[in-house]
């Protein structure tokens, strides 16, 4: 998986969309109890888009995870028993992204990876969030314990200074 800081698609672009199609069905597998698992199947959705900065042509996924379920197809709904049901899903999101013409993207400078994502699951934002609240939490934890431990050294002190002979 490539997530976070080893995320390949870190350079931001317009992207122009050159082809929205459904291609093929792929299987899937979904729970319907205590280890019982039934088979369906979702329409996969194929864009391929070309980034403005380099005009290179990449097939479009949604997102990092989505690039690691199926690198071939745009989106993967949750599989579900009702085809009818995921084939709406994505054919919703055909439309919607037939209907735009250019979208911001993300891809890899070093071309290592072929493929061009529409969002990032995790941004310098999510990883500046993930260390942040951590932290203050730790930090107001530990004044809270300093501040007890310096009300209980003032009190034996007062307690001293009360006992001492005037």
Not at 20 to 46: A, F
Not at 64 to 86: G, I, L, N, R
Request: charged share 15%.
């Amino acid at each position: 998986m490539n997530h976070g800081r080893s995320s390949v698609w870190t350079e931001e672009s317009i992207c122009t969309i050159l082809n929205s199609s459904l291609t093929m069905e792929v299987n899937c597998s979904y729970s319907c109890g205590p280890e019982c698992w039934r088979s369906s199947r979702y329409p996969c959705l194929q864009v391929y888009v070309s980034i403005n900065a380099t005009g290179r042509v990449g097939l479009l996924s949604y997102n990092e995870e989505s690039q690691d379920v199926s690198s071939e197809c745009f989106y993967v709904p949750k599989c579900q028993k009702e085809h009818a049901a995921a084939q709406a899903v994505v054919a919703n999101i055909s439309e919607k992204l037939k209907a735009q013409q250019q979208v911001r993207c993300y891809y890899d400078p070093a071309e290592q990876q072929g493929s061009v994502l529409l969002s990032r699951l995790y941004d310098s934002s999510a990883i500046f969030h993930s260390l942040f609240w951590p932290s203050c939490m730790l930090a107001g934890g530990s004044l809270i314990i300093f501040m007890v431990k310096l009300t209980q050294y003032l009190s034996i002190l007062c307690e001293h200074i009360s006992k001492m002979p005037k």
